[in-house]
């Protein structure tokens, strides 16, 4: 199976939306994590959202209310609609996978649970 690829990502006013894309899913017929993290200037990477295959979301507590996460499962697109963007979503946004349940996303080791990752597009929120 190919590779992990984002897309979507590009330049947008405050107040502005973006929806990215992710296609790629490496278990597209079992059990699984979709996930998407991000990473912005001086910071570690963190969870954004993450999906189980059976269709439980998980959500990180400050983006909930203005991020939502979908997947399309005709085509394995994770889908990432980002509304009111602030300068604070300025990233590069990755998606991620694992063959396994219970998706973490805001535990401490969550970026290590996943075992295929895309290679992140930016996002630039403009003040």
């Known amino acids: 199976q190919g590779p992990l690829v984002e897309s979507g990502g590009g330049s947008v006013q405050t107040g502005g939306s973006l929806k990215l894309s992710c296609d790629g899913s490496r278990y597209p017929n079992s059990r699984y994590c979709l996930a998407w993290f991000r990473r912005a200037p001086g910071k570690e990477r963190l969870g954004v959202a993450s999906m189980d295959s059976d269709g439980y979301i998980r959500m990180r507590d400050s983006l909930r209310g203005r991020f939502t996460l979908s997947k399309e499962r005709a085509n394995n697109t994770l889908y990432l609609q980002m509304n009111n963007l602030q300068p604070d979503d300025t990233a590069m946004y990755y998606c991620?996978?694992?063959?396994?349940?219970?998706?973490?996303?805001?535990?401490?080791?969550?970026?290590?649970?996943?075992?295929?990752w895309g290679q992140g597009i930016h996002v630039t929120v403009t003040a």
């Open positions: 991620a996978d694992r063959d396994q349940l219970n998706c973490p996303l805001q535990s401490a080791n969550a970026e290590a649970y996943y075992q295929f």
